[in-house]
């Protein structure tokens, strides 16, 4: 068997495509350092080059974006019935992963229809469920309006109403009871409480 020794760690290894990169470079066609020595030669490379590395991975990532839609398109002609079938095969277990998902992440569902719902009424700004989480903490999980404990049973309100102009960002959300938001509807808070943020 043929072997190869690392120009880093000096080890003598197999000279093949499990033990060195392949490269077009030289006449072995093989790095002259082994894997293991290049991996820790990146790594060190990341960390005294965070930013050129993160740029770097952008920039190959939006380079090789035609070539990975063209593998895909290529993959989809030899299959085309793929996904069909296996969403009519694993129809029970998509529908039970789905419902457990829903059930574990009803912040994040909620979002993304608050998101989508403002989307739609042209209104700027977008929040995440984290979003909501660090303001419900911020009150101290009571209702903005009346300062009543919510518990879990809270809804989120738009302090500027969407349709009167207001944000979808955080900066416009507050906590409220269910009685003092259905109240309040597409009120202002002046007009509702005679209050502001």
Same mark, same amino acid.
């Given at each position: 068997?043929?072997t190869?020794?690392c120009?880093?760690?000096g080890?003598?290894l197999? %000279?093949?495509?499990?033990?060195?990169?392949?490269?077009?470079?030289?006449?072995?066609g093989?790095?002259?350092?082994?894997?293991q020595?290049?991996?820790?030669?990146?790594?060190?490379?990341?960390?005294?080059?965070p930013?050129?590395? =993160?740029?770097?991975?952008? =920039?190959?990532?939006?380079? &090789? $974006?035609?070539?990975?839609? %063209?593998? *895909?398109?290529r993959? %989809?002609?030899k299959?085309?019935?793929?996904?069909?079938r +296996?969403?009519?095969?694993?129809?029970?277990?998509?529908?039970a992963?789905?419902?457990?998902?829903?059930?574990?992440? $009803?912040?994040?569902?909620? %979002? *993304?229809? $608050?998101?989508?719902?403002?989307?739609?009424? !042209? /209104? @700027?700004? &977008?929040h995440? /469920?984290?979003d909501? #989480?660090?303001?419900?903490?911020?009150?101290?999980?009571?209702?903005? +309006?009346?300062?009543?404990?919510?518990?879990?049973?809270?809804?989120?309100?738009?302090?500027?109403? #969407?349709? !009167?102009?207001?944000?979808?960002?955080?900066?416009? #959300?507050?906590? /409220?009871?269910?009685?003092? @938001?259905? &109240?309040? !509807?597409? =009120?202002?808070?002046?007009?509702?409480c005679?209050?502001?943020?």
């Open positions: 068997m043929e190869k020794t120009t880093r760690c080890k003598e197999p %000279a093949d495509t499990e033990h060195f990169y392949r490269t077009t470079r030289n006449k072995s093989l790095y002259p350092h082994c894997k020595c290049h991996a820790e030669m990146t790594r060190r490379w990341r960390v005294e080059h930013e050129e590395a =993160k740029g770097y991975g952008r =920039k190959a990532w939006r380079e &090789s $974006r035609e070539s990975r839609e %063209a593998a *895909k398109r993959w %989809a002609e299959h085309p019935d793929y996904f069909l +296996y969403r009519e095969e694993h129809k029970a277990e998509r529908k992963y789905n419902r457990q998902w829903l059930e574990n992440n $009803r912040d994040k569902k909620r %979002a *993304k229809e $608050r998101n989508r719902y403002a989307l739609e009424m !042209g /209104a @700027n700004g &977008s995440t /469920a984290a909501v #989480l660090a303001q419900y903490e911020r009150q101290k999980g009571r209702c903005f +309006y009346c300062k009543a404990q919510v518990g879990s049973d809270y809804h989120v309100d738009h302090v500027i109403p #969407l349709i !009167g102009g207001g944000s979808n960002g955080p900066e416009n #959300l507050v906590i /409220a009871c269910p009685t003092c @938001n259905k &109240s309040k !509807g597409p =009120k202002h808070p002046m007009e509702f005679g209050r502001l943020l």
